[in-house]
Each structure stands twice: as structure tokens, then as C-alpha cells.
């Protein structure tokens, strides 16, 4: 019970740091008069993957390497398939051009690299620093576009005075790192009591609650008809999970892959190519295809639990 109390309240501290961290790291960004479009881009973007990233972080270096990428692929596609299929069911889905043609097969090169990195059973640091610079990549190309023309990432930086805005950031990222500690150490202690592995734990449980908001957001964004902005964020945290979450990960702390089956990353590649196949009509994903995703989506995780059990 202490353990399931851990989980939860772990991941109610991450998702409220991360929250409290971007809005500190924004307003300090606008008074360094810092673009909008460069701060929504970096500071916003990444805020979002925050709790991706501080769990991950946390796992590699408490060795429960499997949590920690389980939890980047797991969230992957919860992002690609569960996220994006339940909005489309609520409302069709509408895609930004830049989306198509940039995020997506970003998300695609990032997973197709991943895949072969794993062949040995281990991300190397150099694995890790040939993601990173990928990483690098993909921000310097996002904001030099961005600044080529109207961008849909800008953010509006919340005004707060500068002690509120250190408070926030310090006290954000204190949660981040207290609230990855309980949940990385309970969610690891249930996989032990229970007899299922750190991967299977990874892929399922740390995944959802990492990707609780994304899903919120996206639901919300597509009954109100904005739906593009919020799938180009969802598909714009898969790039980053991957090579920002396990570059960054992978270059402190080297991580060896036991639990992670090739099945799980063929589905978190075939999830974004199907992604980017049902894009391509008049840029909208539709009910009958988000409701192909949410089917896939649930196959997937009964086989995870078939498995497991």
C-alpha cells in the first residue's frame, strides 16, 4: 500500500514541478527578452517532457535501466496511439503542415534510430551522443523555421516578479526531483512484489501517468476545435523523449536494455508511421483511423498484460 502511495503521490509532485518549473523558466526567459517563439519552442517544449525525462533520469541512475526506457517508449505510444486516437474519436483531428512535415518524420527518425542502437543490448554513450546531436539538430532547424515564419509554438510567458519566478523554478524542479525518487522507487518495488519486470512497469504504469497530461490536453484541444496545435506538441514529445530523454540520460549514465522486446520498439515506430500515413489525408486524422490507433493501442496492452501475468 505505502508503495502504490509512493507511485501516486510521486507522479502528482512531477506533473505539478514540471508545471510550476516552465511557468518559473518562461517568465525569467521573457525578461532576459528572450522571443516568444524561441522560449515556447525550448523552455515550454521541454517543460513538457520533464516528467519523462526526470523519471527516466532517476531510474538510470538507481539501475533500474528497463524503467527508464520503457517509460520513453511506453509514452511514445500512448502519445502516437492512445493520445492522438482518443482526440480523433472525440472530434477529427487537424494537423499543421510543419507537423507533416517536420515533427513526424522527425519522430520517425528518432525511433528508426533507436531500434538498432539496442541491437547489443545496450545504449551506449555513444548511442547517446549521436541521439543528442540529432537533438541538436532538430531544435537549431525548429527554431531557424520558426523565425522564417508564424510559428504555431509560441508561448505567452505568465508575468510573475523575478522572486516568483525563482521560487516557481526552484521549487518546481525540488518536486521533480523528490516526486521521480518515490515514483521510480514504488513503481519499482511493485514489479518486484508482483513478478513483473521493470520494462512491463516502464511501458505501462510510468507511461500513462507520465502522459496523464498530454491526453487531457489533446481531448480538450479537439472538442474545442484546436486540435493542431496540441498534435503538434504530442508528436513534438515523441522526438524529444527520444533523443533529448535518453541522449541526455544515455551520455551520464550508459544504459543496458534486458526487458524492452523488439515488438516493443516495431510498435512504437509502426504507431507514428501509421500516424503519419492517416495525416496525409487533407492533413486530418479521422474518427474510423483514430479509432484503428485507440484498437491497436488496447491489443498492444492486452498482450503487454498476457504476458506479464
Not at 82 to 106: E, N, R, W, Y
Not at 170 to 195: H, P, R, Y
Request: charged share 10%; proline share 3%.
Amino acid at each position: 500500500m505505502m508503495n502504490i502511495i509512493y507511485i501516486v503521490f510521486g507522479i502528482i509532485m512531477v506533473l505539478w514541478g514540471a508545471g510550476k518549473l516552465t511557468d518559473g523558466a518562461t517568465s525569467l526567459a521573457a525578461r532576459m527578452n528572450i522571443p516568444p517563439i524561441v522560449i515556447g519552442l525550448t523552455v515550454v517544449a521541454m517543460g513538457t517532457s520533464m516528467p519523462e525525462f526526470f523519471i527516466s533520469f532517476i531510474s538510470a541512475l538507481k539501475g533500474t535501466t528497463d524503467l527508464a526506457v520503457g517509460n520513453v517508449v511506453g509514452s511514445n505510444i500512448f502519445n502516437a496511439m492512445l493520445i492522438v486516437g482518443t482526440a480523433a474519436l472525440v472530434a477529427p483531428m487537424t494537423i499543421l503542415k510543419s507537423t507533416v512535415k517536420k515533427d513526424i518524420p522527425f519522430a520517425i527518425l528518432a525511433s528508426a534510430m533507436l531500434i538498432p542502437m539496442t541491437l547489443d543490448g545496450n545504449i551506449s554513450r555513444l548511442d547517446a551522443a549521436l541521439l543528442f546531436v540529432v537533438f541538436i539538430a532538430f531544435m537549431v532547424y525548429t527554431v531557424r523555421s520558426a523565425k522564417n515564419g508564424k510559428s504555431q509554438d509560441e508561448a505567452e510567458a505568465k508575468q510573475m516578479p523575478v522572486w516568483q519566478a525563482i521560487a516557481f523554478f526552484i521549487l518546481g524542479l525540488a518536486c521533480l526531483i523528490v516526486g521521480s525518487n518515490l515514483f521510480v522507487d514504488g513503481a519499482t518495488e511493485v514489479a518486484s512484489l508482483l513478478g513483473v519486470s521493470e520494462a512491463v512497469i516502464g511501458l505501462t504504469i510510468v507511461a500513462g501517468g507520465t502522459s496523464l497530461p498530454e491526453l487531457a490536453t489533446s481531448v480538450v484541444a479537439a472538442r474545442k476545435g484546436q486540435s493542431a496545435i496540441a498534435m503538434g506538441n504530442v508528436i513534438g514529445s515523441n522526438v524529444m523523449n527520444i533523443l533529448m530523454i535518453l541522449g541526455v540520460t544515455g551520455l551520464i549514465h550508459p544504459m543496458a536494455i534486458q526487458g524492452i522486446t523488439w515488438l516493443d520498439l516495431s510498435v512504437m515506430l509502426v504507431s507514428v508511421l501509421l500516424l503519419w500515413l492517416f495525416s496525409f489525408t487533407k492533413y486530418t486524422v479521422a474518427r474510423w483511423e483514430g479509432a484503428v490507433l485507440v484498437i491497436l493501442f488496447l491489443g498492444y496492452m492486452t498482450w503487454l498484460v498476457m504476458q506479464a501475468i
